[in-house]
């Protein structure tokens, strides 16, 4: 599975901003889809995750994302986004979209990922 993140860029303070994840095709068998975020001179950090069972839909957030992020996915497009309100600065930081065949409900570490792609730089003016 090939990942790729886009929609970073620069944005005021206050602003949104939208990251699409688009994998590969064959996902059929992905069932949980996150976002990381890696800040300068920070660690990684958990933001969002989505996964599948059958119809239903799970989401869980890091505690600074609640509110104010929102992740959703378009499985015919094999598409998740992140779509991010009321940025501040201390949202600047490269993300990246990650992807596992195993479900997982509620936040995620990085290990429990096995596919990544390459990030998306997000700054945050203010």
């Known amino acids: 599975v090939q990942l790729q993140a886009f929609g970073g860029g620069l944005v005021q303070a206050g602003g949104s901003l939208r990251l699409s994840c688009e994998a590969s095709a064959r996902t059929a068998s992905i069932y949980t889809v996150a976002w990381f975020r890696q800040a300068p001179g920070k660690e990684r950090e958990f933001v969002a995750t989505?996964?599948?069972?059958?119809?239903?839909?799970?989401?869980s957030y890091a505690d600074f994302a609640k509110g104010r992020f929102t992740i959703s996915g378009d499985t015919a497009k094999n598409t998740v986004s992140l779509q991010m309100d009321s940025l501040e600065p201390e949202d600047t930081a490269d993300y990246s979209c990650a992807a596992s065949r195993t479900r997982y409900i509620g936040k995620v570490s990085a290990n429990d990922m096995a596919y990544w792609g390459k990030g998306t730089l997000v700054t945050v003016s203010s």
């Open positions: 989505i996964s599948w069972n059958g119809e239903i839909i799970y989401t």
